[in-house]
């Protein structure tokens, strides 16, 4: 979000606990492409899980 002099970035982050300069902003204007591949990595994780059985 351009805010003039200033800018502005929402969604969710992920942080290193011992270094917090290492970090991951995930966007709420990706969250549609997160959540797909979330949900593919499910899918091929219960994959694997079925063919180790």
Do not use: P, V, W
Request: charged share 35%.
């Amino acid at each position: 979000m351009d805010l003039g002099e200033g800018e502005a970035s929402f969604g969710l982050i992920i942080r290193d606990k011992c270094n917090h300069d290492n970090y991951i902003l995930l966007s709420f204007e990706n969250i549609k492409e997160i959540s797909d591949e979330f949900q593919d990595l499910q899918k091929r994780l219960k994959t694997i899980q079925g063919d180790n059985k």
